[in-house]
């Protein structure tokens, strides 16, 4: 057996903090890829000691683990959902979309000891590439919404490295119960606002988190000079918070023209290799 299992990075577009919650996100895939491959071996396990560990913990057999990728760690774009996920589809070939996803979080709960939701593999697995995905985390259900051509983003990055396992995310704060519902309300707004009114709601998403506790001083102060610049509509800190890619919405893609436009992709995927 040799199974290849191909996974996209993921940016979220606004709905952060809100999956724990049973809250809206609306994210997308991305063209970032970490690729996994895993061929099945007679005894032993050849590969570097985490991919071992994770391996094991969905009852992996014998094999040799190889991975590649081009997602950034450690920047908010879901480098260890992409992991786990790589991990449980090359473990059990082509399962229910939303069971990957579950056991995929839990063994980056319990394995890479990350306090994470279902965000970031829901968003890899259900993505459809050209549209973002609004998901409930009351139900876990999902909808499409195609991504305007006039909504360009960019991501700019920190250069502040986080690691959420070492991160307290004040859940349990008094503010969460103000952010969540406020930030459903945005995303709500966002599925049919124009990129002028998507910019705002970008910004107001950064304000609350922010308030809710997630950031960082030399991030809110990176974000606010993004805002500021000349055809910026929007910026906000993307992710689990503390440093990462921040997500910015331009005008037009000369806006920050040292940095790409973030290209759209499809979901997760495993292959057999012959």
Not at 87 to 111: F, M, S, T, Y
């Amino acid at each position: 057996m040799h199974r290849r299992a191909t996974v996209p990075a993921r940016v979220n577009i606004i709905g952060e903090h809100t999956d724990y919650e049973g809250g809206l996100a609306l994210p997308f895939a991305i063209d970032d890829y970490l690729v996994l491959d895993v061929i099945e071996r007679e005894n032993g396990l050849l590969g570097e000691q985490h991919l071992v560990k994770l391996w094991c913990a969905v009852g992996g057999g014998p094999a040799e683990l190889t991975i590649s990728s081009s997602i950034p760690i450690g920047k908010g774009m879901a480098s260890s959902a992409a992991l786990c996920l790589a991990i449980v589809l090359c473990a059990k070939g082509n399962i229910d979309p939303l069971e990957a996803c579950k056991e995929a979080q839990r063994i980056e709960n319990e394995v890479l000891k990350t306090p994470c939701g279902l965000l970031d593999q829901m968003a890899i697995m259900f993505a459809k590439k050209g549209c973002a995905t609004l998901i409930d985390f009351s139900d876990n259900s999902i909808e499409y919404s195609v991504i305007p051509e006039t909504w360009i983003f960019k991501l700019v990055d920190s250069k502040i490295h986080r690691i959420l396992a070492n991160t307290d995310y004040n859940k349990d704060s008094e503010y969460i119960h103000k952010h969540v519902p406020k930030e459903n309300e945005r995303v709500k707004y966002a599925l049919s606002a124009s990129a002028r009114k998507l910019g705002e709601l970008m910004n107001q998403s950064h304000d609350s988190l922010s308030k809710l506790g997630v950031s960082l001083t030399e991030i809110d102060e990176q974000v606010k000079s993004l805002q500021e610049t000349n055809g910026v509509l929007g910026a906000r800190m993307m992710g689990g918070g503390f440093g990462g890619m921040i997500l910015v919405l331009v005008e037009n893609s000369e806006v920050l023209p040292e940095l790409p436009v973030v290209v759209s992709s499809g979901p997760a995927l495993v292959e057999e290799i012959n």
